[in-house]
């Protein structure tokens, strides 16, 4: 029962590390072009990623403060 236990946490930390390397990925991209605005399919495809991965790295962004999002439904430097 332990080594299942074990299994869950190591799946579990790799999708925190995974998670939290997409949000420092996102955060360099939007660093690095200023004035750039995403719409949440778009920030999937730039990302190579699942639509609610991105909406989840996107929505993370917003609630620290370092994205907001336009009246058009973008996503863009706060």
Do not use: V
């Given at each position: 029962m332990q080594d299942t236990n074990r299994d869950r946490l190591t799946?579990?930390?790799h999708y925190v590390q995974g998670f939290e390397a997409a949000v420092r990925r996102a955060e360099a991209e939007f660093l690095e072009m200023p004035g750039l605005k995403l719409t949440e399919?778009?920030?999937a495809r730039l990302w190579s990623c699942e639509a609610d991965v991105a909406v989840a790295v996107l929505t993370r962004l917003t609630e620290s403060?370092?994205?907001t999002r336009t009246r058009s439904?973008?996503?863009c430097r706060a």
């Open positions: 799946q579990h930390d399919a778009q920030a403060l370092f994205l439904g973008a996503f």
